[in-house]
T-cell receptor
Framework: KQEVTQIPAALSVPEGENLVLNCSFT??????LQWFRQDPGKGLTSLLL?????REQTSGRLNASLDKSSGRSTLYIAASQPGDSATYLC????????FGTGTSLTVIP | GAVVSQHPSRVICKSGTSVKIECRSL??????MFWYRQFPKQSLMLMAT?????????EQGVEKDKFLINHASLTLSTLTVTSAHPEDSSFYIC??????????????FGPGTRLTVT
């Protein structure tokens, strides 16, 4: 069974900082990996999808990389804003999705 | 983009009653739908995977007789929590995906349903 670990569990940064969220997974036989954000009490918003053949994807201030062989993915957030405060989840996908425990991000104005 | 809806968004029920949650893909046909549960301050946990027209596959530890899943069409899946108890109070989220063969494509998530059992 896939095990997904996200580090750090919580992160608090001042507005404007660049930051990196880490995700590691044990089973590298995946088709893709998604990064999501979850606001308190809400559903998930898909941020980026990286296919297993890709090494990175970019959307606005977000950049996600994937190293499938080593079982790692990172989400880079540039110039963080208070509106980025949320929990970020990574989900590698083989035949199923497995979620990490998430990184709770707080961006301080 | 692909939109998934859930209904209801919130439900409060008494212990012992049953509750049905609907998950609909509004603008695409979902061959696979997933049901997740999230307890406070914990990550999403996959409960079951359902493919249209076939029985759902439940994760270990999830009671199939308690959580009835029906995926009767390519746009609708339902989760029925039977004889609900306070410990079933949770946030239930569905997702829908178009799957070809054994690969899994991008999942689209519903907004979630907050169930409170009193």
């Amino acid at each position: 069974k896939q095990e997904v670990t996200q580090i750090p569990a919580a992160l608090s940064v001042p507005e404007g900082e660049n930051l990196v969220l880490n995700c590691s997974f044990t089973d590298s036989a995946i088709y893709n990996l998604q990064w999501f954000r979850q606001d308190p009490g809400k559903g998930l918003t898909s941020l980026l999808l990286i296919q297993s053949s890709q090494r990175e994807q970019t959307s606005g201030r977000l950049n996600a990389s994937l190293d499938k062989s080593s079982g790692r993915s990172t989400l880079y957030i540039a110039a963080s804003q208070p509106g980025d405060s949320a929990t970020y989840l990574c989900a590698p996908s083989g035949n199923q999705f497995y979620f990490g425990t998430g990184t709770s991000l707080t961006v301080i104005p | 983009g692909a939109v998934v809806s859930q209904h209801p968004s919130r439900v409060i029920c008494k212990s012992g009653t049953s509750v049905k949650i609907e998950c609909r893909s509004l603008d695409f046909q979902a061959t696979t739908m997933f049901w997740y549960r999230q307890f406070p301050k914990q990550s999403l946990m996959l409960m079951a995977t359902s493919n249209e027209g076939s029985k759902a596959t439940y994760e270990q530890g999830v009671e199939k007789d308690k959580f009835l899943i029906n995926h009767a069409s390519l746009t609708l899946s339902t989760l029925t929590v039977t004889s609900a108890h306070p410990e079933d109070s949770s946030f239930y989220i569905c997702s829908a995906s178009y799957s070809g063969g054994t690969s899994t494509y991008e999942q689209y998530f519903g907004p979630g349903t907050r169930l409170t059992v009193t």
